[in-house]
């Protein structure tokens, strides 16, 4: 009954991505129009699985060590409070 219930895992929504990643919405829906951040839109509602979000995350953090340095857009996916680094 477990694996059933994980194969139905609750979906994020873009308040719930931001918060995770501590940016603001708007952060969210500019990567989505760059097609740089996975999700899937059901009817005009994005919605995104936890696990692809925490995998993305991990994926952003390596590319930034591999280039010595974060870019600007994955700065704004570091795990910063609202309004103190983070890029919007």
Do not use: C, N
């Amino acid at each position: 009954m477990e694996r059933q219930a994980s194969r139905f895992e609750r979906f994020l929504t873009i308040k719930d991505v931001a918060d995770l990643l501590s940016v603001h919405p708007m952060t969210i829906y500019k990567l989505l129009k760059e097609g740089r951040m996975p999700g899937v839109r059901f009817g005009g509602v994005w919605r995104f699985s936890r696990r692809a979000i925490e995998k993305w995350e991990r994926d952003q953090e390596i590319r930034g060590l591999e280039r010595g340095s974060l870019d600007s857009r994955s700065a704004a996916v570091r795990r910063s409070p609202r309004g103190q680094g983070a890029t919007t």
